[in-house]
């Protein structure tokens, strides 16, 4: 007989990095997850429905660039809940991924409350996330997702050309880097994260509603990268526009445009 899952518990949870808060979304359905007072995961019964829109433009990134059956390994960087590592394990099972999160006790209850899938299809490791980079061999993964945050804020140390030579090196020629760029008005974090990734890679792109990419509200962006081109193609343009929030997709010389004279660097860039 199949082992019972216990229903997730609305509720506030100390885990290694503070307080999660878990909460029931009655309108969208699904649960929210808050950590330290910022919002960082929603999942819904259904492993096909992505909440947050960041997270549906990086799904359609991915979709207008792999086929479905596409044997590709992904390597996330930040869990939470695992939404969106979720989402692609039901669209594309020959997938195999990694979720590293820091936090070991939230990645406890992650598994404790979602039915999430199992290894190889998903396997979560504790770790931070350059760390784990950065002992990884290269030409070992086709897509890198950073999702990891402070707050509102990717930590620093994961948005330096010092992390970003990492990635690349661990990317096989022409893999795909998504980051998820939270950002207030000024686009400074933004801006600068774009230029940083096109001093390492000769492809950008970012993607983000209008009023955001204008400066307009505070929120996210996601910032595309690779040596292949990433193309502002019909059939993606269709996608983004077609969301329930439309976006916008910013690609070559427009991307670099977008970006900033600040390059991201460690103190000691290696």
Not at 102 to 118: C, K, M, V
Not at 205 to 225: P, S
């Amino acid at each position: 007989m199949a082992k019972h899952r216990p229903e997730p518990a609305a509720g506030t949870y100390r885990i290694d990095t503070g307080m999660a808060e878990l909460t029931e979304d009655t309108v969208a359905g699904g649960w929210l997850l808050t950590i330290n007072g910022a919002q960082h995961s929603h999942i819904h019964p259904d492993p096909s429905v992505l909440e947050f829109e960041y997270m549906r433009q990086m799904a359609a990134v991915i979709d207008d660039r792999y086929p479905l059956d596409d044997p590709l390994r992904i390597l996330h960087l930040g869990a939470a809940t695992c939404a969106l590592p979720r989402y692609l394990a039901a669209q594309r099972p020959a997938a195999r991924q990694v979720a590293v999160e820091i936090d070991a006790e939230l990645a406890r209850l992650a598994r404790e409350w979602f039915d999430l899938p199992r290894s190889p299809l998903l396997r979560i490791r504790v770790g931070d996330a350059r760390e784990v980079v950065s002992s990884l061999a290269e030409h070992t993964r086709e897509i890198i997702i950073r999702d990891a945050f402070i707050g509102a804020r990717a930590p620093r140390h994961l948005t330096t050309q010092g992390f970003l030579r990492h990635v690349r090196r661990v990317l096989v020629p022409g893999g795909l880097y998504l980051a998820n760029c939270g950002d207030n008005r000024n686009l400074m974090l933004a801006r600068a994260e774009v230029s940083t990734a096109a001093a390492i890679f000769e492809h950008v792109a970012v993607i983000g509603d209008a009023a955001m990419l204008k400066g307009r509200r505070t929120g996210n962006l996601v910032i595309a990268a690779s040596d292949n081109p990433i193309e502002d193609t019909p059939e993606l343009i269709r996608t983004l526009l077609s969301d329930p929030q439309p976006a916008q997709i910013l690609a070559g010389r427009r991307a670099r445009e977008f970006g900033s004279a600040v390059v991201f660097r460690d103190d000691q860039d290696d």
